[in-house]
């Protein structure tokens, strides 16, 4: 037997979403106040994990070649793609690990290795693709390039 599901009353949710909450966890009033969050986010990652800054300073590196060595636009964009996954990738893994180590605190929990494993797998998978494309793409003209410089 079901029991009816009852909508909660607008006092139960002025309760639970306060109107006058402040910093990141308010809803945004407006796009403007959407992107800042978003800002903040980013800068976070840059400023508190190493690895995200090496993934920058990689991307940078890579798509600096390409507009250097005169790739083609679709080949530049398909760096510059594979590049963002990885840095997308990564603000997604301190994400999860910082709801991880929220919830378990200073606790060991199998569960919460497994997450945090996980979501730095599903950065490496896609760094290790986006090093391939851009090893793809960026040799054989960076070759061409050493060797015309030695003649």
């Known amino acids: 037997m079901s029991h009816p599901v009852s909508s909660p009353?607008?006092?139960?949710?002025?309760?639970?979403?306060?109107?006058k909450r402040e910093l990141s966890w308010q809803v945004a009033s407006n796009l403007f106040v959407s992107f800042k969050y978003a800002w903040c986010g980013i800068s976070y990652a840059f400023q508190t994990q190493r690895n995200f800054r090496i993934h920058v300073c990689v991307c940078i590196i890579a798509l600096g070649l390409s507009i250097f060595l005169h790739l083609k636009t679709v080949e530049i964009a398909v760096i510059g793609i594979t590049s963002?996954?990885?840095?997308?990738?990564?603000?997604?893994?301190?994400?999860?690990?910082?709801?991880?180590?929220?919830?378990?605190?200073?606790?060991?929990?199998?569960?919460?290795?497994?997450?945090?494993?996980?979501?730095?797998?599903?950065?490496?998978?896609?760094?290790?693709?986006?090093?391939?494309?851009?090893?793809?793409?960026?040799?054989?003209?960076?070759?061409?390039?050493?060797?015309q410089l030695q003649r």
């Open 9 to 19: 009353t607008k006092n139960h949710l002025e309760k639970v979403v306060a109107p």
């Open 84 to 147: 963002g996954l990885v840095l997308a990738l990564e603000l997604l893994n301190t994400a999860i690990e910082s709801v991880v180590d929220l919830t378990v605190k200073q606790t060991y929990h199998e569960l919460a290795k497994i997450a945090k494993d996980c979501a730095a797998g599903a950065v490496l998978v896609s760094a290790l693709v986006a090093v391939l494309v851009a090893s793809t793409l960026l040799l054989p003209p960076l070759l061409a390039l050493l060797v």
